[in-house]
């Protein structure tokens, strides 16, 4: 039964896999990485590549250091497709060799959603606290993140790198931090439905991101307390 299984999800047993079945379900739920990833190409704590259609992604965190020597370093995800990200924690060290680096995606196309970024970010262009560049929509996101900064590097923001204001809403980083501004070096706020808003640390306050599921640990055994 376990072959047939196999066969069903994965492919026949003669070792083609264009035989496969897609079921349709596209998930990652509540997934945790504490460990460093180094990768040749694309990395991501959880995921190096995300492309699957309609691929959700929710409740995941990763503390490790994401390392790329080519392009795309995510927190959670080096690049998306046209899935989408919510509820995502991403801490520790983002560092693609070429471009896109983000605390949480390196590169979307697909929708980043109440996703938490205090990462160390560094590329050799589009760096993001939350995503190095983002054609899809940002929303509801918070960037207590480092984007590394110098007169080489181009298109930094704590929110993102890049991105399409429109698409952007809702999303807020520490003013404190490094003076990169929120999105490609700007700030966005009221007059933009507060694409990239910058607020002072005793404004910084994010409830319900976290799965009822992961409710309930404390800082001993959650890098990002309440």
Not at 1 to 22: A, I, M, T, V
Not at 140 to 157: M, P, R
């Amino acid at each position: 039964w376990f072959e047939q299984w196999l066969d069903k999800y994965f492919g026949s047993d003669n070792g083609s896999f264009e035989e496969s079945e897609d079921n349709g379900v596209h998930e990652i739920y509540y997934c945790v990485n504490l460990g460093d990833v180094l990768s040749d190409g694309y990395a991501g704590g959880i995921a190096a590549h995300a492309g699957a259609a309609m691929l959700a992604m929710e409740g995941c965190v990763s503390s490790g250091s994401i390392s790329s020597r080519g392009s795309h370093a995510g927190g959670i995800v080096g690049e998306l497709g046209e899935g989408r990200i919510n509820g995502c924690i991403g801490v520790g060290e983002v560092i693609a060799s070429r471009e896109y680096a983000g605390g949480i995606v390196g590169e979307a196309r697909g929708g980043i959603q109440n996703c938490l970024s205090s990462a160390y970010a560094d590329a050799s262009g589009f760096i993001g606290g939350i995503v190095g560049k983002a054609s899809g929509a940002v929303v509801g996101c918070v960037s207590n993140a480092f984007a590394e900064t110098s007169e080489n590097k181009l298109h930094i923001g704590m929110i993102a790198g890049s991105a399409e204001i429109g698409k952007c809403s809702a999303n807020f980083y520490l003013q404190e931090n490094f003076g990169v501004g929120g999105i490609d070096g700007a700030s966005y706020g009221s007059e933009n439905s507060y694409a990239a808003a910058s607020l002072t640390p005793d404004k910084i306050k994010c409830e319900g991101m976290l799965s009822e599921w992961l409710v309930g640990l404390d800082s001993d055994e959650w890098l990002a307390g309440e």
